[in-house]
């Protein structure tokens, strides 16, 4: 994306991209599924060839979100020579309600991040946290992926990725890189008092004001919400493996901060982990593609 | 005797010089960065207005968020500090003699209270820490809105269709806006579904405390005359704004300062 | 399963937590309840699952304005959803 020199810079706006997986041909697959993610603030389409991951994209949600589905799903595909008429089954998971057009069925997306967070992770998977552009979920679940517990939060935007961009455009550092900077800081300042974004963006200009420089008013913000995160977690219980998916999971300064709250390691993702949610809806779009033609 | 009040809020610091139960003076500014010189500001340029100096004034007390920073600091030199709901409950039945509950909604903060006899506090809900719950709400709706906070109100009045807004958050309710004006729905529309919606939560609150009449509403979101109609609505009663809204935990605390006994 | 509905915002945490496990879909608690903060659906977690009880999706976002009455300051607390269920499915964390 080219940024004209009279543009002001948008440091909330994170990076779009696509990618397909080297050394796989989709010719030889049996079944390619693929899987649709309409989160409120970022869309993610992901395409499997026998339930492993081939190719994806992840965008900005736009305005409507039948049309963000379409575009994503589209972007995924480009560059593979694969259309959609070529996708045995396609399962659409989200925010909400979420309408996938194209789509032969829609699965929560609670279900969806754990099934995708066993792929990216492995079966000793127990408890995933999922932070989005919107939300932020606690989900635990058996050796098989079965959900045993969970907990959403989507009314407030502390902790979520949208406090995270809102606190990007404060310190004028972009939101790819704010994690790493809030853990340049030689000591761990206390963190701000409130977590109510609004109230902690105001603390934070105050803190800027009395000199206090950006890596250590990112360490604040950050401690605090990290310790909210830790306080949903906590509710639904935490036990080994812990792994993270969705955008913010890929922020450093949260997820260190956490690990350091519940002194456990969360495992470290080999595969973009904005992904687990479509990935999950590709893999159970692999499975119903398979009961429908009665290969199980 | 006279004493005076200073309600250290998060937006404004408001001060009441207080003669013998009659207000003599009010004044308010906005709370700067640094907030004992824009208290200490206030308080001087007040009492200058009234020819009288720090000695005159027999008790200052101090309430509102930042009632500490002013406490015993000249020039100042409050001798007490009083919770809000004290003050709210005190300066609201200063004025309104049969009041039962007081609401008062500030910049961060919003408060139910239940009045007992003389003016004390029987019972209080707080909804804090949450901006979706206070004034700091209409706000940032007014920056989305692109129109200024004053005419919020006067806006909401002239909708004619009632918008349901979902976000319950205040960054949030910010973007469904800027979705809502996308969408083509007027500004009046959306200011009335912003106020219905910070009226139903102030007013859920407020049933936790009981409303029973008379029920007053204080604080600087009083001064919207679009808050009012609905949160009538919401509590299913009649509600009493006294003037200068703004001003009576200010009161509060000059009233309980007259009252002090050595 | 234990599914929490509700969230933590600045001024506290507010959850109904519904154990789907115990809950038998019978709607006592949504008859109950004096706010239409409940209803039934069938159990999206679980293919094998009947009908369980929720937390409505208009509601999820607000139950600590839409449960305010049900927990005045003062006086008893009776929270009619949890008096209503005999499996002792539902609970609230506030």
Redo the contacts between chains.
Sequence with gaps: MKMSETKPQEYWRWPEYRHTVPGKDWHNAKIITAGVDVGSVGSKAVVALDGELYSYSVMRTGGVSEATAVKVMNWALEETGLKLDNLQYVVGTGYGRVNVPFAKRTITEIACHARGAHYIYGPTVRTVLDIGGQDCKAIRCDEKGKVLSFLMNDKCAAGTGRGLEVFADLIGVPIQDLGKVSLSVQEEPPPVSNTCVIFAKAESLALLRQGWPKEKVAAAYHAAMADRIVDLLTRVGVEKDLVTTGGVAKNAGIIERVERLLGIKPLKPNIDPILAGALGAALFAKALYEKEVGLR | MITAGIDVGAKFVKVVILKDGKVLERAKALVG?DVLKSASDLFESTIKKTGLSRNDIKRIAATGMGRETVHGKPPVNAEEVISEVMADAKGAFHLIPNVKTVIDVGA?EGRGI?VGPNGTV????I???????AG?FVE?MARALEIKVEDMGSLALKSTQIIPM???????AE?EVV?LI?SKVSKEDISRAIHDAIA??IG??V????VEKDVVLIGGVALNPGFLPPLKRELNSDIIVPEYPEYVSALGAAVIASEHKE | MLAHYGYKDGSGDYFIIIDTDKCNGCGDCVKACPYNVLEIILNEYDIEGGDMAVVKEEQRKKIKYSCAPCKPISGERKLPCVLACKPKAINHSW
Excluded: I, P, Y
């Design positions: 960065f961060e239940k029987r019972d209080f809900v909804n804090e820490r949450c901006a979706a719950g700091t940032a979902n976000a319950q958050c205040c960054v949030f973007s979705t996308h139903s939560r859920s609150m049933l936790r405390v009981g």
